[in-house]
């Protein structure tokens, strides 16, 4: 059963600097470099004395000789120019190469290896796992509904699954919303802001709705792709709408057809395991509609665990992250129960009644907001149902991106293997300033600018010129286009720098710009380098 959700740091840079030339000078970024490159000096032999009794033969002679030393000082003078010149103009400098740029979403902890991706038939269904690096543990997902996670268990216990796989609407996957689309019959014209025209309160009559599994007559979505990229396993989907008759005008309620309304969206899932017990799950949202939607709560993802159906555990003790149950009480739609809380850690695990078995949600952007589901078997079904309040819209043609972990385990393992887990994601960002390499002009602050983002507060931004620390700034620039693509993350919308670097010092080589986050827990990652030539 497919429930909706309810309507509802800053960083400092350090600019480092020195210089790539084999003649060049330091400055220690506590007061202004001072150019202290070598100054070529005219070579010369010097300027004869001249006797007041020479005789004209003899002064002929002079005449000579400064005639013949002008000649050879001038010869001199150009050799020796001419070095000097080619020491200046490079002949002696470091040779210097930047990295090139990486997907700054690519910028992820090493995985402790890769098991193997494996298909199986499990009834009427095709699934495929991904299994630790041990084979301990795997994960499932359905590629008859839309690659949602269907298991997350011990590898050698079906029975140990903790994914509630009841229909396309549950297990672990994404559904998005758009509250001017929101329901019958105001979506077809995007008017239902403000709009008293309704249909009634229940998931039937939802408005644009892009369900990862598929739509409400249990249609499954089609799988795009699906295969192991990297260490991971990838799944490419095409989600439907949850409601074929979401942009109806009325309130029609047609019979289910053959086949779903496919949207015109893609959602990828990555799947990767990061420690034995916590798999990362990487989703990213792209649009080929013509029309965008604003900001709401999102399905990023919605989290189904088991109800002991099948055979499977029952787990029905939602915990934060302090080990306190929150309550789920307020009525909902459809007979469902809803709750809002926050945790003290950006995670929240569903347990067994003695808490020694079950699955925690982590929110790698640092979210603690939380909204947990769930139906009591006699107005609506039994289930149990968690999501981060993660809001954000989407544009037309436009990319979202955002990441969690799975872990599994005793509350007390969930908890240590999440806390790792979290230590060790580093920052992530790029350098849009200087896009490329560029020509510096001696004497003209060089502007490094770009962004940087992490699970939390604390990071800080080191710019480095061939490795020497030159001057320092804070993160006070608002980067609306980057919190658009990665929603939710811990300083946004404050995710950018810009500084300017003196080049008062620098001599006329080649340096290297390079920019390094560093975050509270030590991880650090080159976001980025360039070359700056005179």
Not at 13 to 33: R, Y
Not at 468 to 480: C, H, P, Q, S
Request: aromatic share 6%; glycine share 10%; hydrophobic share 40%.
């Amino acid at each position: 059963m497919h429930a909706p959700r309810a309507l509802t740091a800053l960083l400092s840079v350090s600019v480092l600097f020195s210089t790539a030339c084999a003649d060049g000078g330091e400055a220690d970024g506590s007061s202004p470099p001072t150019d202290s490159a070598p100054v070529a000096i005219d070579a010369s032999d010097g300027s004869a004395a001249v006797d007041s009794t020479t005789t004209p033969d003899a002064e002929a002679g002079v005449a000579a000789d400064a005639a013949s030393d002008a000649t050879t000082d001038a010869a001199s003078d150009a050799t020796t120019d001419a070095a000097s010149d080619a020491a200046v103009d490079g002949a002696t400098c470091a040779p210097v190469t930047a990295a090139p740029d990486v997907d700054a979403w690519s910028m992820r902890p090493k995985s402790p290896g890769f098991g193997a991706i494996t298909e199986a038939t499990v009834g009427t269904h095709q699934d495929v796992f991904l299994d630790s690096p041990t084979k301990y543990i795997r994960i499932g997902a359905r590629l008859d509904w839309g690659g949602t996670v269907v298991f997350f268990g011990l590898t050698a216990n079906p029975a140990s699954n903790v994914i509630d796989a009841n229909d396309t609407g549950r297990e672990l996957q994404l559904a998005l919303y758009a509250p001017t689309r929101i329901k019958q019959p105001c979506a077809a014209t995007a008017s239902c802001v403000g709009s008293t025209a309704t249909c009634g309160d229940s998931i039937t009559f939802l408005g644009w709705n892009p369900v990862q599994g598929g739509d409400e007559c249990n249609h499954g979505a089609p799988v795009l792709s699906h295969g192991k990229v990297g260490d991971a396993l990838e799944l490419v989907v095409q989600p439907l709408q949850w409601n074929p008759d979401w942009d109806a005008p009325d309130c029609r309620k047609s019979a289910c057809t053959a086949t779903g309304r496919k949207v015109d969206v893609t959602y990828r899932m990555r799947l990767r395991f990061v420690r034995e017990h916590v798999v990362e799950v990487d989703t990213e949202v792209k649009s080929s509609e013509t029309f965008g939607h604003p900001s709401t709560e999102q399905e990023w993802p919605t989290l189904y665990v088991g109800n002991g159906a099948g055979g499977a555990p029952d787990l029905p003790l939602l915990l934060d992250a302090a080990g306190v149950a929150p309550a789920i009480a307020t009525p909902a739609n459809d007979g469902f129960y809803v709750g809002n809380f926050t945790s003290p850690a950006p995670w929240v695990t569903w347990q067994n009644a003695t808490k020694d078995y079950g699955v925690g949600l982590e929110m790698d952007q640092g979210v603690t907001a939380f909204q947990g589901w769930r139906g009591d078997g006699s107005k609506a079904p039994y289930f149990h149902n968690v999501r981060a309040r993660v809001a954000f819209g989407i544009g037309a043609g436009a990319t979202v991106r955002g990441m969690s972990h799975l872990a599994l385990g005793s509350f007390a393992t969930v908890k240590t293997e999440l806390e790792a887990a979290e230590k060790a994601r580093g920052p992530f960002g790029h350098v849009d300033q200087p896009a490329a390499a560029i020509t510096f002009v001696k004497g003209t602050p060089l502007r490094v600018a770009g962004w940087a983002l992490d699970n939390r507060a604390g990071t800080t931004i080191d710019v480095l010129v061939d490795g020497v620390k030159a001057a320092g700034a804070t993160i006070t620039v608002a980067r609306a286009d980057v919190c658009a693509v990665y929603p939710g993350y811990v300083g946004c919308p404050k995710a950018g720098f810009d500084v300017s670097i003196p080049t008062d010092g620098w001599s006329a080589c080649p340096h290297l710009v390079r920019v390094v986050a560093r975050d509270a827990d030590g991880n650090e990652q080159v976001l980025g380098e360039r070359v700056a030539s005179p």
